[in-house]
Each structure stands twice: as structure tokens, then as C-alpha cells.
């Protein structure tokens, strides 16, 4: 069991409400979106370490943005 302080539980129970499912399964959801997305920014992390890429601050000052 994960205690929650009470604003975030009742925001969690809203949205899955809106959602049409569980609390478990909104918050199974929840979670493996987030591990999708960590392990996406990982590998992002890792392809601009590569040779021959330059990093986001680079691209942005090479093209002004």
C-alpha cells in the first residue's frame, strides 16, 4: 500500500474516473507510460553523446533558436 497525501489521492481517483477505469489500472497505466518515457529520454541522453552528434545547447545556438 502507498499512502498519498490527500490532494494528489483525490486527483489520482478523478482522473481515473475520467478515464472510464480502475484506480490499479489507472495507475498501472500511469507508471509504464512514465518507465516508456525515462528509458526514451535515456536513450535520446545517449544518441547525442554519440560522435559526430552535437548536443541540444549546440543545435540551438548553431541555428539560433
Known amino acids: 500500500m502507498i499512502e ?3 490532494p494528489i489521492e ?8 475520467a478515464a472510464g477505469v480502475s484506480i490499479s489500472t489507472f495507475l498501472d497505466r500511469l ?3 512514465y518507465i516508456e518515457d ?3 529520454i535515456e536513450q535520446a ?3 547525442l553523446q ?3 552528434e552535437i548536443s541540444a545547447e ?3 545556438a548553431k541555428y539560433g533558436l
Open 31 to 33: 507508471l509504464d507510460e
Open 45 to 47: 541522453e545517449r544518441a
Open 38 to 40: 525515462k528509458t526514451d
Open 10 to 17: 483525490t486527483r489520482i481517483i478523478q482522473a481515473a474516473r
Open 58 to 60: 549546440e543545435l540551438k
Open 4 to 6: 498519498l497525501p490527500a
Open 50 to 52: 554519440e560522435p559526430g
